[in-house]
């Protein structure tokens, strides 16, 4: 008969992977990647923020306040008339980003002529919107725009730099980055709201 040894047995219990708990704490890496992703693609596709530079989308938008850019809606459709635009001048990559609002779209003809814009040989005024436009630029004769072309203009006409400009000119589909959907407080007090 095998004699029992005495005093304290030191020995180690054999450890169970415990299924239940890994796979608990798989679902919320899961879920937690998951939302990273979908907060990453909402802010690249809504939420590009960036500031307006300089007064040429006066008394809408003011130098300094902050936008947010929706890239997703031009993957879908085209720009259209009235849409404010965001976009790089010829695709120039280390340029900042120029905020315009839409007047011509592909097909459409434009002319300046005596301070009035007239898009199609109508004359063109967004409720009101434009001042009597000083300077002509490259409409002052009748333009016709191509396949890819926008033909695009500062709210403050006579204090923009646009597509009457040689160096902006036309502006291809390829150059706008997204529509200007939401601005931020402006310093001048005015609350923060949708872009119109």
């Known amino acids: ?11 180690t219990k054999e450890k169970k992977f415990n299924t239940k708990i890994f796979a608990e704490i798989m679902s919320w890496v899961f879920w937690g990647v998951v939302m990273s992703l979908i907060a990453f693609v909402f802010v690249y596709l809504f939420g590009i923020r960036t ?5 040429s989308m006066e008394p809408r938008l003011y ?16 720009p259209k008339q009235g849409d404010v635009v965001v976009f790089r001048p010829n695709g120039n990559e280390n ?13 459409d003809t ?6 009035v814009i007239y898009i199609n040989n109508v004359i063109y005024d967004e409720n ?15 333009l016709t725009l191509g396949d890819d072309e926008y033909f695009v203009l500062g709210d403050n006409l006579n204090d923009s730099e646009d597509s009457r400009s040689s160096n902006i000119g036309f502006v291809k589909k390829d150059y706008i980055i997204g529509r200007a959907w939401f601005h931020f407080s402006s310093v001048n007090g005015d609350p923060a709201g949708f872009i119109k």
Request: glycine share 12%; proline share 3%.
């Open 1 to 11: 008969m095998a004699r029992k040894r005495g005093g304290l047995s030191f020995y």
């Open 51 to 55: 500031s307006i530079i300089g007064p």
């Open 63 to 78: 130098n300094a306040q902050e936008i947010l850019i929706d890239r997703f809606t031009y993957i879908l459709f085209s």
């Open 95 to 107: 340029a900042h980003y120029y905020v315009k609002r839409v007047i011509g779209c592909p097909g």
């Open 110 to 115: 434009v002319l300046i002529k005596d301070g």
């Open 128 to 142: 009101g919107m434009f001042d009597h436009a000083e300077y002509a630029g490259i409409a002052e004769n009748m």
